[in-house]
C-alpha cells in the first residue's frame, strides 16, 4: 500500500471535518428557524384567543386571511373533527389534513371552549424561509469556506515544508564529510529541531564507531606486516633446503600472499572512500588477470573447475590486492556453498559474474567474503548484486565506465 504524503493525512481530514461542520451547522440552523417558526405560530394563536375571549362573536367567522375563529366543535371541517375529538383541549398542530392547519381551543366565558384554526400553507410563499436563508448562508459562507481551506493548506504546507527540506538534505546528504551536518531549515517547530538534534547525534555516533572500526583495522592491518614479512622470509630460506617439504611450503607460500593481499586491501578499505592520487601497483582486470588468480586458486584441494566464458574486456584497472582478494572471496565463496559441479564465470566489458550450484537448498549461499567483496565494490565506485534460487546462487560485479582507466 502506497504511504500518503503527511500533507495529504492532515489536509484530508481536515477538509472533511471543516465541510461536516458547515453542513451540521446549516442543518442546526434549519432546525432552529423551523421550531422558531412554530413557536412564534403558537404564541400568536395564545395572544389572539385571549383577545376574543371577552369579544366572542355571535357566530363562527375568519378573523383574518389566515385565521378563523370555530364557535362550536360542529362548526370545524369536517377534516378537523376526524383528528379531534369534542373533548380535546389544547394546541396542536395537525399533520393529516391537506393544508398545515394549528388548532387552539381556547375557554369561554360560559364554560364551553372556542377553536381558532391557522392555515399557515396559505402564508408560505413558493419558496419556503429556510430554503431562502440556506441559499443566502451558502453565498455568504462558501467564500468564506474556500478562503478558510485554502488558509488551512497553507498552515499546513507552512507546517510541512521543514520535514520535506530535512528530506532533502538526507538525499543529498554526503555521510562521509566528517563535518557534514543537517541545517535546521527556517520556520521550523520545536519537534522538527529535536527530530534534527537526534538525526545529527545518531550521525555523530555512527562516524565515532566507523572511526574506531576503521582505526583498529588499520592498526592491526599495520601490524601484521611484520610477521607476514617474517614468515615469507624463513619460506624463501626453506624452499631450497627441505625438498620433501616443498608441497607444504607452496602452500604456505599461497597463504602468505593471501594474507599479504587481505592486509593490503584492510588498510585500503581503511582509508577514505576514494584513493587521492596514483593507484598503485594497478593492474587491468582481463581475460589473462582472471587466468592468473584461477591458476593461483586451482592449487587448493577444495577449489572446484572453473568454466571461464569470456565475451569481453571491461579494461578495468584497480588496485592488484583489491582485484586479488574480491575475485579469490568470489570464487572462495562459490566453492564454499556450492555441490562440487563447475563454477562458472563470465566476463563482460560491463560485468563480471559467478555462477555456482547450491550443495543445500535452504542456504542462502553467501558467507563472510562477499561482505568483503561488497567494501570493495564501494570503494571502487562498482555495484554488487546477489541472487539466488533454490538450486544455483549468482553474484554479479557491476563496473563503473569511469574507472577504466588508471589514475596517474
Not at 59 to 77: E, K, N
Request: contains cysteine; charged residues 15%; glycine residues 4%.
Amino acid at each position: 500500500m502506497k504511504a500518503q504524503s503527511l500533507q495529504r493525512q492532515l489536509l484530508l481530514p481536515l477538509m472533511a471535518l471543516l465541510l461536516a461542520l458547515m453542513l451540521g451547522n446549516a442543518l442546526l440552523m434549519q432546525s432552529a428557524l423551523n421550531w422558531g417558526s412554530e413557536a412564534q405560530t403558537r404564541q400568536q394563536l395564545v395572544y389572539q384567543a385571549q383577545f376574543w375571549q371577552a369579544r366572542l362573536p355571535a357566530y363562527s367567522q375568519q378573523i383574518d386571511s389566515f385565521t378563523w375563529l370555530v364557535l362550536a366543535y360542529d362548526d370545524l371541517p369536517a377534516t378537523v373533527r376526524e383528528q379531534v375529538s369534542p373533548l380535546w383541549r389544547g394546541l396542536d398542530e395537525l399533520s393529516g389534513v391537506q393544508e398545515d392547519v394549528f388548532i387552539l381551543s381556547w375557554p369561554k366565558p360560559a364554560g364551553e371552549v372556542f377553536y381558532l384554526l391557522f392555515n399557515t400553507q396559505q402564508i408560505e410563499p413558493d419558496e419556503p424561509l429556510e430554503t431562502q436563508v440556506m441559499l443566502r448562508y451558502g453565498l455568504l459562507i462558501g467564500p468564506a469556506v474556500l478562503l478558510g481551506l485554502l488558509c488551512l493548506w497553507w498552515l499546513i504546507r507552512r507546517a510541512v515544508q521543514p520535514l520535506k527540506q530535512v528530506q532533502q538534505q538526507l538525499q543529498m546528504w554526503d555521510g562521509y564529510v566528517e563535518q557534514a551536518k543537517l541545517v535546521l531549515p527556517p520556520h521550523s517547530s520545536a519537534e522538527v529541531r529535536q527530530l534534527l538534534q537526534a538525526l545529527n547525534q545518531a550521525v555523530q555516533q555512527v562516524r565515532q564507531a566507523v572511526a574506531r572500526e576503521q582505526q583498529f583495522t588499520r592498526f592491526a592491518s599495520h601490524e601484521l606486516r611484520t610477521p607476514v614479512a617474517v614468515v615469507q622470509a624463513a619460506l624463501e630460506r626453506l624452499q631450497g633446503t627441505l625438498p620433501a617439504q616443498q608441497p607444504a611450503l607452496a602452500r604456505i607460500a599461497r597463504a602468505v600472499k593471501d594474507m599479504q593481499g587481505l592486509i593490503e586491501t584492510f588498510l585500503l578499505l581503511a582509508r577514505e572512500r576514494t584513493v587521492d592520487g596514483a593507484v598503485r601497483d594497478a593492474v587491468l582486470l582481463d581475460a589473462h588477470y582472471l587466468q592468473a588468480v584461477q591458476a593461483h586458486l586451482a592449487e587448493a584441494r577444495t577449489m572446484p573447475t572453473l568454466h571461464v566464458e569470456v565475451e569481453g574486456v571491461p579494461g578495468q584497472w584497480a588496485s592488484a590486492a583489491l582485484l586479488h582478494v574480491l575475485l579469490s572471496n568470489l570464487l572462495r565463496n562459490a566453492a564454499q556453498h556450492g555441490d562440487g559441479s563447475p563454477t562458472q564465470v563470465r566476463l563482460t566489458p560491463a560485468a563480471l559474474t559467478v555462477t555456482n550450484r547450491l550443495a543445500d537448498e535452504s542456504s542462502a549461499g553467501e558467507g563472510w567474503g562477499l561482505q568483503i567483496v561488497r567494501a570493495i565494490c564501494a570503494h571502487c565506485g562498482w555495484q554488487f548484486a546477489a541472487e539466488h534460487d533454490d538450486q544455483t546462487f549468482t553474484a554479479c560485479v557491476c563496473f563503473n565506465p569511469e574507472s577504466a582507466e588508471p589514475s596517474r
